[in-house]
């Protein structure tokens, strides 16, 4: 039961850091989608998170099943030969531009909170990657058992801190859903988006179970554990509206708390950018392997130094415009993830 249990835990852990990278744990994401759309918003939040725990456990149950061990073996099965290879390449695309975003996100979080160089974070988050990367899958599995937790509880802090200032708006306001549509759009879009991406790592992890049991309850426990952070991160950004100005919206708003424990979840957010990071690039290289004969090595310089180039357009434009591009690239396999059977 002791194994079980550990697995359940790496499993949600790893779903979680997966999904929670320098958008999400920045808080830019959450804007992008979410908070732009005021009280919308938390609806928008329970939609996604219902998708969350349904179609990611999914993906893993899909996965275990056909022997998958890249997110290319589970894309012929679900699109068949003939589209798999655009669909992959499509796939790449996303997970490549993503993997930019992150390291731009360094950058910006070492520029705009540290005053350090930009260049400074993206050099030092490159150098972690080659060691982690060295591990394999037991390295990110570690990772994110060791940052995810930490997470999980300075997004509590957040939303408890929130409570004891004054709140000048109301946390409804009818207004928001009746105005326009585009709030009951997001939800689909930023799961799709997520999802699409996060079986880069999902597929691989799912031979880590001991059983479909593991992966049924890892997966609703990550998707419990998305859930809980994004309201709460929504519920301080919504009542602290001027925040979202900032590339890093959720620092600005626990700087309130103290130099220290602002200091504390700066390290926290670079780790969930890191996680996120990782796992996009295990994912790329594992495929690419098998289809240019280079060494791990050889395609994590290649990647790294691509990414590097792209992450210089800056942070906030990599992600207000790939982010939802991406998402309604992902809607079409959304779908049909919904569509097949597990089993």
């Known amino acids: 039961m002791g194994i079980r249990r550990k697995q359940i835990i790496q499993i949600a852990a790893t779903y979680i850091g997966t999904v929670v990278g320098a958008g999400f744990a920045t808080g830019r994401e959450i804007v992008e989608f979410f908070t732009v759309h005021g009280s919308a918003g938390f609806l928008g939040i329970l939609i996604s998170g219902f998708l969350f725990i349904f179609l990611g456990t999914k993906v893993m149950l899909l996965a275990r099943t056909i022997g998958a061990d890249t997110y290319e073996s589970l894309n012929r099965y679900l699109f068949g030969d003939r589209f798999a290879s655009g669909i992959n390449f499509i796939m790449f695309i996303m997970l490549f531009g993503v ?67 004054p709140i000048e708006a109301p946390l409804i306001r009818t207004e928001d859903f009746t105005q326009h549509w585009k709030w009951l759009f997001s939800p689909f879009t930023y799961a799709a988006f997520n999802l699409t991406l996060s079986q880069a790592v999902l597929v691989p992890l799912s031979r880590e179970a001991e059983d479909d049991t593991v992966i049924k309850w890892g997966g609703v426990l990550g998707g419990l554990g998305l859930t809980f952070i994004l309201l709460n991160s929504h519920f301080a950004l919504y009542l ?89 690239i992902g809607l079409s396999y959304l779908a049909i993830i919904a569509c097949k059977k597990s089993y």
């Open 240 to 328: 602290v509206p001027q925040s979202v100005q900032y590339e890093i919206p959720v620092a600005e708003i626990i700087s309130k708390l103290g130099v220290f424990v602002h200091f504390l979840f700066l390290i926290v957010v670079y780790g969930e950018i890191f996680t996120t990071l990782i796992g996009n690039l295990f994912g790329l290289i594992e495929p690419m392997k098998q289809s240019f004969k280079l060494s791990s090595n050889v395609i994590l310089g290649l990647l790294m130094g691509g990414g590097y180039v792209i992450s210089l357009f800056g942070y906030s434009s990599l992600l207000h415009y790939l982010y939802p591009l991406f998402g309604v």
């Open 99 to 165: 993997t930019s975003v992150m390291l731009s996100g360094t950058g910006a979080l070492f520029s705009e909170q540290l005053h350090l160089p930009f260049h400074a974070g993206i050099i030092l988050t490159i150098i972690l990657c080659y060691l982690v990367m060295q591990k394999g899958m037991n390295g990110i599995l570690w990772t994110n058992s060791v940052i995810v937790p930490v997470m999980i509880l300075f997004s509590l802090i957040i939303s408890v801190s929130m409570l004891f200032s």
